[in-house]
């Protein structure tokens, strides 16, 4: 669980997040989604413990990881496989079972391989995934990745999603509503650095998204076009879609 109670913050010069009250319950995605500058960044830092807001309370259950936005500035260690151990090691793991850790982490992030790279030689989305295993490799009870998966081939991305979701909740911070639509439970809208919306991915795609800047998936729109209902990949289109036609097909 992570509670956040009037949560309000300033940089300095007005407030960015504004009288933000949320619980992140255990096992559920929570996508946190808004137009630039909407305060997701500044809020999933809140959840992390990186920022102390000026106003409000927050409490966890366990440790949060955080996987920041732009993560190359993160990187400082020589290999990809010290990158992973950093954070394990500071929580004080050592020998086999640092070892063990690092290697699950490098596994599911699909690094395995490029232990002795150099961090800042990875392609983007290698570089997206060992931001990822840096964190996993921690254990963390919830994981707050900011624009977290764009780079990320499919694949690698559902592993990631799996093993995320076993270890407890994730919240997603992004503006790609194709990906909201895949993976959410939940959505959260931030607009000017209040909560507006705050409810289930179904219902969330049925309000009025074009005041906050934001639009439906194509894939949903179409479905909802042609009467198929709630789909949430183009996949899943496809198969009603052809479901239709062999209905027509039959005769039924
Ligand atoms: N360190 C800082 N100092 C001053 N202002 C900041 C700082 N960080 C963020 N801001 C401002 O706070 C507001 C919210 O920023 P934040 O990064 O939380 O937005 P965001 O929703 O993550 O946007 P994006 O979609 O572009 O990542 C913006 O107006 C931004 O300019
Ligand atoms: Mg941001």
């Not at 270890?167 to 931030?190: F, I, K, N």
Request: aromatic share 6%; with cysteine.
């Amino acid at each position: 669980m992570i509670r956040l109670r009037g949560i309000w913050h300033s940089y300095g010069s007005g407030y960015v997040l504004r009288d933000v009250s949320l619980d992140i319950g255990e096992d559920e995605v929570t996508a946190v989604v808004g137009i630039n500058g909407a305060g997701k960044t500044t809020l999933a830092k809140v959840m992390a413990g990186l920022i102390r807001p000026s106003r409000g309370r927050v409490e966890r259950s366990g440790l949060v990881g955080y996987v920041p936005q732009n993560p190359e500035y993160f990187f400082f260690e020589d290999t990809v496989f010290d990158e992973v151990a950093f954070g394990p090691r500071n929580l004080g793991m050592r020998g086999g079972e640092l070892e063990r850790n690092v290697r699950w982490a490098l596994r599911v992030a699909g690094l395995e391989g490029l232990e002795e790279r150099n961090p800042h030689t990875l392609s983007g989305g290698e570089k997206k995934r060992l931001a990822i295993a840096c964190v996993l490799s921690m254990r963390p009870l919830h994981v707050v990745l900011d624009e977290p998966l764009a780079n990320v081939d499919p694949p690698s991305r559902a592993r990631l999603m799996d093993v995320m979701r076993s270890l407890g909740s994730v919240v997603l911070v992004t503006h790609d509503m194709g990906l909201v639509l895949e993976l959410a439970d939940r959505v959260v809208l931030l607009h000017g650095g209040k909560v507006v919306l705050d409810e289930g991915t179904e219902e969330f795609f049925q309000e009025d998204l074009t005041p906050y800047g934001l639009e439906k998936p194509l894939t949903l729109r179409l479905a909802e076009e042609m009467g198929l209902g709630f789909v949430r990949t183009e996949g899943e289109l496809l198969e009603r879609l052809s479901t239709g036609r062999a209905g027509v097909e039959d005769g039924s």
